[in-house]
């Protein structure tokens, strides 16, 4: 759906700000801005440069405020159509009365991403690009910006591209046998078409095997700080976070809800959670804590076991059981061998080592802040922050197409290996490729389009 009528929207935050941006894209936005623009005329503005003026009224000549304008001539714009911004003071009664007088003048207000769909359906970017812009300005850390930005610029697009030019070559490979089945004639040999449709596989696998690291990047590293009541999980997190926001105090059960919050480790971003102590109890409200700290571990990507030195060794080989227990498969454990000033580590690191021997295990006294820094360090070597050229993938829909696309390449493959007739793989094909257009937007309909979009802040 390409529209070709003229939008405006707020680009900047909602609310009162220094400088606020009015976005104007669309076939008569040059026109539309200059009937309120009173300063050098805009269609003479050289393309990307700001010239000073005034916004006027133009029912009434009143000036509404002095500004900024620039302008941008499709297609080399954002949206691929010709677009103004103005700057404009920030107040919230400019901003709004800017956005009456555009509308006055013929424009319609953008719905949240319009720009972004527009630089889509005018193929300045693909779909993929498109939903990684959200995901930059989404972004709240180095890493998660990394990997926004990667996409963005093409990243997973290019892979993607690679994938079906290797799919097509298999496609036409068949296509040749179909057409000369009659004269039994053998044109790639079927080894040769099954180690393209290997390859294609291995990289659509690893391409949804990132997925897990990169929504858990995306979102921050949820990290649940578990273990007995009174070992010190909340003085612990406090001391990751160098706050003082969990409640601490030599109460048992004073940890009652989880307690959520996030810090950045050398550019990545952990969602740590507090959890109420792991113990039998009567108290009906410190159970469903208990419940909700078993769900924390259950999602979590790295659980730390706080474990109090100064309690029996015996207890330490019991919560971690139970950790162990409730944890999910790919769960990573770090042992934190807590209250190290006044403890003694050693018999609760041979307990943790008797039951897991290559335990990852730090003594550290989270009130003193010792060892806090190394544990900082191995929170990080867990995430296993993904090298520099990694694509990673990092959001669902893509990984949910991936997923597809791995279902129906092995069905190419099952059918290659039996000598299937190509009539038969050549559907299996077209489903790949399917499933990976529809990543990149090659595939799409609007009520797809429309989901993504509306995800999209307005003015973006
Ligand atoms: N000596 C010492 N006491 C600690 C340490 N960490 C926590 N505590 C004390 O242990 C008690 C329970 O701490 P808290 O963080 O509330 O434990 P939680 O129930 O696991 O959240 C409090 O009195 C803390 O001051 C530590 O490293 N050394
Ligand atoms: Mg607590």
């Excluded at 040059?30 to 440069?49: P, Q, Y």
């Excluded at 009906?284 to 208990?290: N, P, S």
């Amino acid at each position: 759906m390409i529209e070709s009528d003229t939008i405006c929207a707020i680009s900047t935050p909602p609310g009162c700000g220094g400088i606020a941006v009015v976005r104007i894209s669309g076939e008569n936005a040059i026109g539309i801005a200059g009937r309120i623009w009173k300063g050098k005329a805009l269609s003479n503005v050289r393309a990307r440069t700001s010239t000073l003026g005034d916004i006027v009224d133009p029912a009434t000549g009143d000036t509404t405020d002095t500004a900024l304008a620039m302008v941008m001539h499709a297609p080399h714009s954002f949206t691929g159509e010709d677009t103004v911004e103005f700057s404009v003071h920030g107040s919230t009664w400019i901003q709004s009365e800017i956005l009456r007088l555009l509308i006055d003048c013929g424009c319609r207000m953008a719905q949240p991403g319009e720009f972004t769909r527009r630089a889509f359906a005018s193929g300045k970017m693909d779909l993929a690009q498109a939903e990684a812009v959200a995901d930059v300005i989404a972004s709240t850390s180095k890493e998660s910006h990394r990997i926004a930005a990667q996409q963005m610029r093409g990243g997973i697009s290019r892979r993607l591209g690679e994938l079906r030019s290797q799919l097509l070559d298999l496609s036409a490979l068949l296509e040749l046998e179909l057409d000369f089945s009659e004269e039994d004639v053998e044109f790639a040999s079927r080894t040769r078409l099954l180690d393209i449709a290997h390859n294609v596989k291995k990289e659509v696998a690893t391409l949804a095997a990132s997925f897990s690291k990169g929504k858990a990047i995306k979102e921050g590293i949820p990290v649940a700080i578990v273990g007995n009541t009174n070992a010190g999980k909340s003085t612990l997190i406090n001391a990751l976070l160098e706050d003082d926001r969990a409640i601490v105090s030599d109460i048992p059960g004073t940890t009652r809800d989880t307690i959520e919050d996030t810090v950045r480790i050398d550019g990545m971003e952990f969602r740590l959670v507090d959890t109420a102590g792991i113990r039998t109890t009567d108290d009906t409200i410190e159970a469903l804590g208990i419940e909700r700290s078993l769900k924390a571990l259950r999602q979590a990507r790295i659980a730390i076991a706080v474990i109090d030195t100064t309690t029996h060794p015996d207890d330490t080989g019991q919560i971690l059981r139970r950790v162990e227990q409730e944890k999910s498969d790919d769960t990573l454990i770090v042992v934190a061998l807590n209250k190290c000033d006044s403890g003694t580590a050693a018999p609760h690191r041979l307990a943790v080592q008797s039951m897991t021997p290559n335990a990852r295990i730090i003594e550290l006294s989270a009130l003193h802040g010792s060892g806090v820094d190394t544990l900082r360090q191995q929170l990080l070597e867990l995430a296993d922050r993904p090298a520099l050229n990694d694509i990673v993938v990092s959001n669902a829909r893509h990984y949910e197409a991936l997923t597809l696309a791995m279902e129906s390449i092995t069905h190419v493959i099952d059918g290659l290996s039996a000598d299937l007739s190509g009539v038969l793989i050549a559907e299996d094909l077209r489903q790949t490729l399917h499933h990976l257009g529809e990543i990149t937007g090659d595939i799409t309909t609007p009520e797809i389009l429309s989901t993504i979009f509306s995800r999209f802040c307005i003015g973006k």
